[in-house]
């Protein structure tokens, strides 16, 4: 259940109930964990020193991958998943043989590995 606490022009302040009884305090940060993992500069251990009220996970994809049967065997041996990675491996490359092209493939890459957005950067691209 959502309540007003406090509402100014279009901007408000509340919180809601979750079902097992937690209370979350809105606006708020939402972390996301994708593929069972957290995305992003905080760690788990980050979050819970935080504070963290919430985060959006979504476990199916291990159910995807690597699969059901491959992540009850390995529990039954006593493994746990805490984070998983995915390694992008191309299946063919591109030769870039103009100047221009390699320079402004080079200035895209160094652009998108600047932006906070952007995590991972993977290309085809045979250097």
Same mark, same amino acid.
């Given at each position: $259940?959502f309540?007003v606490?406090?509402? &100014?022009?279009r901007?408000?302040?509340g919180? =809601?109930?979750?079902? @097992?009884?937690?209370?979350v305090?809105?606006?708020v =940060?939402m972390n996301?964990? %994708?593929?069972?993992?957290?995305?992003? #500069?905080?760690?788990?251990?980050d979050?819970k020193d935080?504070k963290?009220?919430?985060?959006?996970? *979504? %476990?199916?994809h291990l159910h995807?991958?690597?699969?059901?049967?491959?992540?009850? #065997?390995l529990?039954e041996?006593?493994?746990? =998943?805490?984070? #998983?990675e995915? &390694?992008m491996v191309?299946?063919?490359y591109?030769k870039?043989?103009?100047d221009g092209e390699r320079k402004? $493939?080079?200035k895209?890459?160094? $652009?998108?590995?600047? *932006?906070?957005?952007?995590? *991972?950067?993977? @290309?085809n691209?045979?250097q």
């Amino acid at each position: $259940m959502f309540k007003v606490i406090k509402q &100014e022009g279009r901007a408000r302040r509340g919180q =809601f109930s979750c079902a @097992h009884g937690g209370v979350v305090q809105t606006p708020v =940060f939402m972390n996301v964990g %994708t593929q069972g993992a957290i995305k992003g #500069a905080v760690s788990a251990h980050d979050l819970k020193d935080l504070k963290c009220q919430i985060e959006l996970s *979504n %476990t199916y994809h291990l159910h995807l991958r690597p699969g059901d049967d491959v992540v009850k #065997a390995l529990e039954e041996k006593g493994y746990s =998943f805490v984070n #998983a990675e995915v &390694e992008m491996v191309p299946q063919n490359y591109v030769k870039l043989t103009d100047d221009g092209e390699r320079k402004n $493939m080079e200035k895209l890459i160094d $652009m998108l590995e600047d *932006n906070d957005d952007v995590q *991972n950067v993977y @290309h085809n691209w045979d250097q």
